[in-house]
């Protein structure tokens, strides 16, 4: 069975890049859409954007200039990168894979990671 | 963006009663692209409801969706208090995605 696992540094300094890596096992990256989402401590939850295993891309209007998502393949990982942090980026970030249209549970988030926290803090 | 609204934020109910979750679009949800997951305390979300009224592998037959365009429903029919929990719809017909603030349903 797929399953997902979050990591990366817990704590950030402000104005640095929050870096963090979601490594997939019992499956493929390929043909799915992979994408992280967060939820601030006590709040609800917030898509940050997602990934074709081949390169589409949809991020998040309000974090949009601050971004990246990356796949690779190769080692069976998708990675999220969060430039110029503040401390409103402090959150549980989970990974998720999104089924393309026509799989099963097609376009939804059908598999999370466990999650891990960020703290962004001097 | 789509807002979504649900309500109400907080339901108190005892195990073996029903509960219903409602969620509010600010406008129309597209293809019925609306899901609904179940948070426990410390644990990631877990997909219970997709495409509005499809529940997810392994979701009890308790649990079942309904609605259409700007309404929806999640209705437990007989709460076991594993239940107890917060819910969220979420839309993924128009981006952004976007998820409702959650309706908590406590042990009363």
């Known amino acids: 069975q797929v399953q997902l696992l979050e990591s990366g540094p817990g704590l950030v300094k402000p104005s640095e890049t929050l870096s963090l890596t979601c490594t997939v096992s019992g499956g493929s990256l390929t043909g799915y859409y992979w994408s992280w989402i967060r939820q601030p401590p006590g709040k609800g939850l917030e898509w940050v954007g997602y990934m074709y295993y081949s390169g589409d891309i949809n991020y998040t209007p309000s974090l949009k200039s601050r971004v990246t998502i990356s796949v690779d393949t190769s080692k069976n990982q998708f990675s999220l990168k969060l430039s110029s942090v503040t401390a409103a980026d402090t959150a549980v970030y989970y990974c998720?894979?999104?089924?393309?249209?026509?799989?099963?549970?097609?376009?939804?988030?059908?598999?999370w990671g466990q999650g891990t926290m960020v703290t962004v803090s001097s | 963006e789509i807002v979504l609204t649900q309500s109400p934020a907080t339901l108190s109910l005892s195990p073996g009663e029903r509960a219903t979750l409602s969620c509010r679009a600010s406008e129309s949800v597209r293809s019925r692209y609306l899901a609904w997951f179940q948070q426990r305390p410390g644990q990631a979300p877990r997909l219970l409801i997709y495409?509005?009224?499809n529940r997810a592998t392994g979701i009890p037959d308790r649990f079942s969706g309904s609605g259409s365009g700007t309404d929806f429903t999640l209705t437990i029919s007989r709460l076991e208090p594993e239940d107890f929990a917060v819910y969220y719809c979420?839309?993924?017909?128009?981006?952004?995605?976007?998820f409702g603030q959650g309706t908590k349903v406590e042990i009363k």
């Open positions: 979420q839309q993924y017909g128009t981006s952004p995605r976007t």
């Open positions: 495409g509005a009224s």
């Open positions: 998720a894979r999104i089924p393309r249209l026509g799989q099963p549970r097609e376009l939804t988030f059908d598999i």
